[in-house]
């Protein structure tokens, strides 16, 4: 069973940045697209970023030009770089594979706030 651990989220001003990143366990991780997902309250979960086996990227216009999406197959882990937050970017957010198919893993709380 794979298992998802996110981590790297925490309170931080507008305006500043955050890297986030995913762990997964089992051996399947490179042969899947990966993607970055977000849930804020009272919102429906949604793609943020995501990242196909061989590193091709693609955001959310929401997102375009302050996240960045990688993936480090060696480590099983993808990441997401988070520039000029914004309030409105606080959420839980969670990594699953694109479309999302394995179990959703805790997530990692990221709020934006002065």
């Known amino acids: 069973q794979v298992q998802l651990v996110e981590s790297g989220g925490g309170l931080v001003q507008p305006g500043g940045s955050l890297r986030l990143s995913c762990a997964a366990s089992?051996?399947?991780?490179?042969?899947?697209?990966m993607g970055w997902y977000r849930q804020a309250p009272g919102k429906e979960r949604e793609l943020v970023a995501r990242?196909?086996?061989?590193?091709?990227?693609a955001t959310a216009v929401s997102v375009k030009g302050r996240f960045t999406i990688s993936r480090d197959n060696a480590k099983k882990t993808v990441y997401l770089q988070m520039n000029v937050l914004k309030p409105e970017d606080t959420a839980v957010y969670y990594c699953n594979t694109y479309p999302s198919g394995w179990f959703w893993g805790q997530g990692t709380q990221v709020t934006v706030s002065s």
């Open positions: 990242i196909s086996r061989g590193g091709i990227t």
């Open positions: 089992g051996s399947d991780f490179s042969d899947n697209a």
